[in-house]
C-alpha cells in the first residue's frame, strides 16, 4: 500500500533551517510529481512546494517562495524540503504526498519556530 514516512521536524529558533525529508513507497515513485504541504490545527491543509516527477521544475506558496526548496531523489524514492530563514508562522505540521493525492497520508513531521 501506498505509504509516507515524513521525518526532519523540530524546534527551530527564528531564522534557523530545518531539512525535512519524506520516503515513498508502494507506488512508483519516479512517474509522479511530488508535493509538500501543511496544516495547522483547525485550519486546512496548504500546499507549500510542489516538484514535477524529473526534478526539472519546481514552484513554491508566495509565502515560503526564496526560503523553501524542494528536491527529490529518485533513487530513493524520497522528496526533501529544505527550510531556512524560518519564521514563527511557518509552525505546522508538513506531510507529503503525490500529485495526484493519493487517499493515504504519512504521519506528518513536526515544525516549531520558536525563540
Known amino acids: 500500500q501506498v505509504q509516507f514516512v515524513e521525518s526532519g521536524g523540530g524546534l527551530v529558533q527564528p531564522g534557523g533551517s530545518l531539512r525535512l525529508s519524506c520516503v515513498a513507497s508502494?507506488?512508483?515513485?519516479?512517474?509522479?510529481?511530488m508535493s509538500w504541504y501543511r496544516q495547522a490545527p483547525g485550519k486546512e491543509r496548504e500546499i507549500v512546494a510542489h516538484?514535477?516527477?524529473?526534478?526539472?521544475?519546481?514552484t513554491y506558496a508566495d509565502s515560503v517562495k526564496g526560503r523553501f526548496t524542494i528536491s527529490r531523489d529518485n533513487a530513493k524514492n524520497t522528496v526533501y524540503l529544505q527550510m531556512n530563514s524560518l519564521k514563527p508562522e511557518d509552525t505546522d505540521v508538513y506531510y507529503c504526498?503525490?500529485?495526484?493525492?493519493?487517499?493515504?497520508w504519512g504521519q506528518g513531521t513536526q515544525v516549531t519556530v520558536s525563540s
Open positions: 504526498n503525490a500529485y495526484p493525492r493519493f487517499a493515504s
Open positions: 508502494g507506488f512508483t515513485f519516479s512517474n509522479y510529481p
Open positions: 516538484i514535477i516527477s524529473t526534478g526539472e521544475r519546481t
